[in-house]
């Protein structure tokens, strides 16, 4: 009996499963963590305890050509610039500080030598502002394609990284910055390469350049994490539906946002206005804003939205943490609430 449900996973595909069906499957393979490592899979980044005064960072982040990034839509350098901020947000949403990183990179053999250059001055140049080393890595020949693969090592306090198992129910719920900027801009992207000579629009511009260049939230972060004030956290990359969702489930909760609350630019509700669709609902659905949920509990709500005051980060209180029974809701236009049933970006099922 016990061998039956497993060979029913066994005959399925990956697209069945899913990406997140995936990795619950192999971390029920994985026995128990040891007290060196009190944050193991499931969360932004793993946490190793390397001496009494200080935790190790972990994370890593595997970028494929024609899947996560398209040469045809952008520069090499801005494909390195994206592949350092995927992994530094991540640190951002542990509250801790960015050291080093490693480059594995898989190219095929005619690739130019100045595409590759230009990866690593894209990495770099953000990994300079935020003082993170190269350390090493490895290269490879690719018989299709490209593939990048950055493993960033971070540093935080004993015991301070933030997880995204700790919020509680009264909980304010923030977002850092705007949401689905980037998916606009992707959206752009797609249509001026279909029609070579499409005029641009307002705004269009601010939206592509939120794609490619997306800013990691690591000051801020570091802050909450050294603070104490978010209870949980988790950095945006495959969009607030989704990330929302880790979040509750991982601190067995439940959420209720409000739409009319949700951070969106002014060139976002242009770019929707124009398509006739709903600007929020990019906020909910966009995915690789890389920007940072949060919870934060009653008392520290103000300390906080003054603190991105004097930072000059917009930090928008969209919601709060329910009870689980109540699951994850949207209250919309004219207070009418009812679940959240969008989803954002998840591998495997989507084409």
């Known amino acids: 009996m016990g061998a039956e449900p497993d060979a029913r996973f066994r005959a399925m595909r990956l697209n069945q499963l899913g990406e997140f069906g995936l990795l619950q499957r192999i971390r029920r393979r994985v026995p128990s963590r040891p007290a060196a490592v009190p944050v193991g899979i499931g969360d932004d980044a793993a946490v190793l305890r390397i001496t009494p005064h200080r935790d190790l960072i972990v994370t890593t982040d595997l970028l494929v050509e024609a899947v996560d990034f398209d040469p045809a839509y952008g520069s090499f350098r801005q494909i390195g610039y994206k592949a350092m901020a995927a992994n530094l947000s991540d640190v951002a949403a542990m509250g801790g500080r960015p050291v080093a990183f490693l480059v594995g990179l898989a190219v095929p053999g005619r690739t130019s030598v100045k595409a590759v250059d230009e990866i690593y001055h894209g990495m770099l140049s953000l990994a300079r502002r935020h003082r993170v080393a190269l350390i090493g890595g490895d290269t490879s020949a690719s018989p299709k394609g490209m593939l990048i693969t950055v493993m960033v090592l971070g540093e935080v306090e004993p015991g301070r990284a933030v997880t995204r198992s700790g919020a509680q129910i009264g909980d304010r719920i923030y977002v850092t910055g705007s949401l689905g900027d980037s998916r606009a801009g992707l959206e752009i992207l797609k249509k001026r390469e279909k029609r070579k000579n499409?005029?641009?629009?307002?705004?269009?511009?601010?939206?592509?350049?939120?794609?490619?260049?997306?800013?990691?939230?690591?000051?801020?972060?570091?802050l909450l994490g050294r603070r104490g004030w978010a209870t949980a956290m988790i950095d945006l990359s495959d969009g607030l539906a989704s990330d929302l969702r880790h979040l509750c489930e991982a601190g067995r909760v439940g959420a209720r946002l409000e739409s009319d609350r949700l951070p969106v630019s002014a060139a976002l509700a242009a770019h929707a206005g124009r398509l006739g669709r709903s600007a929020p609902d990019y906020a909910l659905r966009g995915g690789e804003d890389y920007e940072l949920l949060f919870s934060v509990g009653q008392k520290n709500a103000s300390a906080v939205e003054t603190a991105a005051k004097r930072t000059g980060l917009s930090v928008t209180p969209i919601g709060a943490i329910v009870p689980r029974r109540r699951g994850i809701t949207v209250v919309g236009p004219g207070g009418r609430e009812a679940p959240l049933t969008l989803r954002g970006y998840e591998h495997f099922t989507h084409p």
């Open 198 to 222: 499409s005029r641009s629009m307002a705004g269009e511009s601010d939206l592509i350049c939120r794609h490619f260049f997306p800013e990691p939230r690591v000051a801020f972060g570091r």
